[in-house]
């Protein structure tokens, strides 16, 4: 028999107020990653004789004013910054933009004021969130608002990862940090519960190993979402250069400092397929939990088919990239599609379906 623990309300409390603290550090970071943006050089000169001289492709000037490149045996004149490059293959091989990697001295400025504001702010809802697992002496992920706060934090937590392995991804920041803002702000006021005991089914080992692995999952599902997202507004802007189109000033402005679409459809597959395993493995946990607390492994409850739907989609995706070849938009558009089952199957399943799993209440 499982005796429960008493809730401390101080601790709870404090885990409250790390919380809104994160979220105010949170909100210095988005600033700083917005005038990292603003601010930092966008290095046409540098990304345009990168361009020429990227491989071995064939560059396919887009008309606009020359920029001047002084090189030590005289100058040469080259065409506008937009430079689209075709290999021998005939695919699209754009030099990634410089944007959120930095460029001068005040744009990395910037940048890594960004990084340290997001590192503190990680740290202090981490802190916020073992302190709400103190409060109640179980794992924090017992109801919505427990798990909205872990997942922000692990989100955050594997975009510092990615650049602590020295992965180029800084330009995932602001975008990262915006819906960490909102989800935090979800969590806190429509989402929020009060600590407290959860009832005995959820009292097991299985509650540290199931919900962990699926909070982890989604949080880097949810990096290869915002990845797929930006693929598709770049591959836009790339298709629109090469056909002689211009964009305007302000898509210009932004899209231009992403890495290539080529770099971003393939660093979203990679994390999809990196931990497809893994989600793999907490349907199978969920399963066995299934059966040790209702007797049953599989029962069509709402949330486990949409896991498994999920799953599909998933699936699908891999599968297509693999074997049919697919590349570019019609793997995003699955891609998309895939998350979007998984976030029907958190809020969705959660606040408008009822089943099985629906006492760990909102």
Known sequence: ?????????????????????????????????????????????????????????????????????????????????????????????????????????????????????????????????????????????????????????????????????????????LFLITTVLLDLGLAVTVLYTASDQLVPALHSYWLYIHVSTA???????????VATILYLFKDSYENKLQTGGKPGAFATSVLERLPASASLDKFAYRVNAAVFPLWTFTIIAGAIWAGDAWGRYWNWDPKETWSFITWIGYACYLHARATAGWKGRKAAYLAMLAFACWLFNYYGVNIFVTGKHSYAGV
């Open 215 to 225: 909070i982890f999952c989604g949080a880097v599902f949810y990096v290869g979402a």
């Open 1 to 173: 028999m499982i005796l429960a623990a008493a809730t401390n309300e101080h601790l709870a409390s404090v885990s409250n107020t790390l919380i809104y603290s994160s979220m105010a550090v949170y909100t210095l970071a988005f600033f700083a990653y917005i005038a990292e943006w603003l601010f930092g050089s966008r290095s046409k000169v540098g990304r345009t004789a990168a361009a020429l001289t990227a491989g071995d492709g064939t560059a396919v000037k887009a008309k606009g004013p020359a920029v001047t490149v002084k090189q030590a045996g005289g100058t040469t004149v080259l065409e506008r910054p937009q430079v689209v490059v075709r290999s021998a293959a005939g695919a699209r091989d754009v030099p990634d933009g410089p944007g959120a990697h930095g460029g001068d001295a005040q744009g990395d400025m910037y940048g890594r004021i960004a990084v340290s504001l997001t590192v503190l702010a990680f740290l202090v809802e981490l802190a916020g969130v073992v302190a709400r697992a103190a409060s109640v002496q179980r794992a924090p992920w017992g109801n919505m608002y427990e798990f909205n706060i872990t997942f922000s934090t692990v989100a955050v937590g594997v975009y510092l990862g990615l650049l602590a392995l020295k992965k180029n991804v800084r330009w995932l920041g």
